[in-house]
Nanobody, 122 residues
């Protein structure tokens, strides 16, 4: 069982930065692939970024490549999403998720946090 709690969301102007954190409970955090997803009002939840269990492999949605960076600290049971050059279209609730599967998606994620709101003003 893994419980996930996101933090770090807020209101920021376009071009600004935020760092989201995802704190995980449980002793097996390092076994899980972690992912970040987001959901804007009236839209489907979409993949943003993912990181492998040891941080050696990352992947990103095309819309955030070059602006967002996913990282993790297994000693702290925490995953991060550094978001730079934010745009109004990045406004959404951001969720972290965990899976033991080799890839992470809205279907394969086994555990979800409750989300944190990110609002980017123009």
């Amino acid at each position: 069982q893994v419980q996930l709690v996101e933090s770090g969301g807020g209101l920021v102007q376009a071009g600004g930065s935020l760092r989201l954190s995802c704190a995980a409970s449980g002793r097996t955090f390092s076994s899980y692939r972690m992912g970040w997803f987001r959901q804007a009002p009236g839209k489907e939840r979409e993949f943003v970024a993912a990181i492998s269990w040891n941080g050696g492999n990352t992947n990103y949605a095309e819309s955030v490549k070059g602006r967002f960076t996913v990282a993790r600290d297994n000693a702290k049971n925490t995953a991060y999403l550094q978001m730079n050059s934010l745009k109004p279209e990045d406004t959404a609730v951001y969720y972290c998720a965990a899976t033991l599967s080799p890839t992470i998606s809205t279907m394969s994620a086994e555990y979800w946090g409750r989300g944190t709101q990110v609002t980017v003003s123009s």
